[in-house]
């Protein structure tokens, strides 16, 4: 990544990053190890119930997804909706202010499963 900063920049990666070749492959592992290296940072400032909370709502999407399919995938369902389970009872008010609200979609989410499953489907 090439990033134009004046000759009074106090980086002190902008004339490396300046005089980066895009084309080389030793460049391109440089920058993608430095962004890594950023965002492992950024995660790191976050409380981690909210990298949590971030998860189990994917997870929650993961068992929606299944069971939106045509044909739904129970199975597949079923193990993300076990997954969201897992966490949201398990951790419960470690969650923070969250956990009432991922209470609240779990049970949604395994009413529509019993919903679905009860169709035949």
């Known amino acids: 990544m090439v ?12 004339v490396a990053t300046m005089n980066a070749d895009p084309t080389d492959p030793t460049d391109q592992i440089d920058d993608a190890q430095a962004a890594l290296a950023e965002a492992r940072q950024r995660i790191g400032e976050v409380p981690a119930n909210v990298v949590v909370v971030n998860h189990v709502m994917g997870l929650y999407e ?4 299944h069971l939106s399919a045509q044909p739904p995938r129970l199975n597949e369902a079923a193990l993300a909706i076990d997954a969201v389970a897992c966490v949201v009872e398990g951790l419960g008010a470690r969650l923070g202010d969250e956990h009432a609200t991922l209470s609240d979609a779990l049970a949604n ?13």
Do not use: H, K, Y
């Open 109 to 121: 989410i395994r009413l529509a499963f019993v919903q679905i499953m009860g169709t035949g489907a």
């Open 3 to 14: 990033r134009w900063e004046d000759e009074s920049s106090t980086s002190p990666n902008s």
């Open 62 to 65: 993961l068992a929606a997804i």
